[in-house]
């Protein structure tokens, strides 16, 4: 199991980003997905996940109306659409799944078992 994330950067605040992840050894048509990140000196949280059987997603209230997480079945991969981002998004942004778990709420509440390596998000000006 490879989860490849990109698409990280600097960013002003009220700017936008998206972050993709490449799945690889697994497909994603059953287990939830997600992406959570870690800003300096905090712990990890979840931003949002997705039950691939029915692409219903979950977003914590901090990532709603600003965040979209969405899936491409052709490449595999998974994406987070991060707009009007704010200073305190600053982070690193994983994607981590469970293959034992298709509830997207389970994934984002008791935590992914398989984490790819991170992307750095700065929101600055």
């Known amino acids: 199991v490879q989860l490849q994330a990109s698409g990280g950067g600097l960013v002003q605040p009220g700017g936008s980003l998206r972050l993709s992840c490449a799945a690889s050894g697994f497909t994603l048509n059953r287990p939830a997905i997600g992406w959570f990140r870690q800003a300096p000196g905090k712990e990890r949280e979840a931003v949002s996940c997705l039950s691939t059987n029915n692409d219903i997603t979950y977003y914590p209230d901090f990532a709603k109306d600003r965040f979209t997480i969405s899936r491409d079945k052709t490449k595999n991969t998974v994406y987070l659409q991060m707009n009007n981002l704010r200073p305190e998004d600053t982070g690193v942004y994983y994607c981590?799944?469970?293959?034992?778990?298709?509830?997207?709420?389970?994934?984002?509440?008791?935590?992914?078992?398989?984490w790819g390596q991170g992307t750095q998000v700065t929101v600055s000006s």
């Open positions: 981590a799944t469970d293959l034992g778990q298709a509830s997207r709420y389970a994934l984002c509440h008791r935590g992914p078992t398989e």
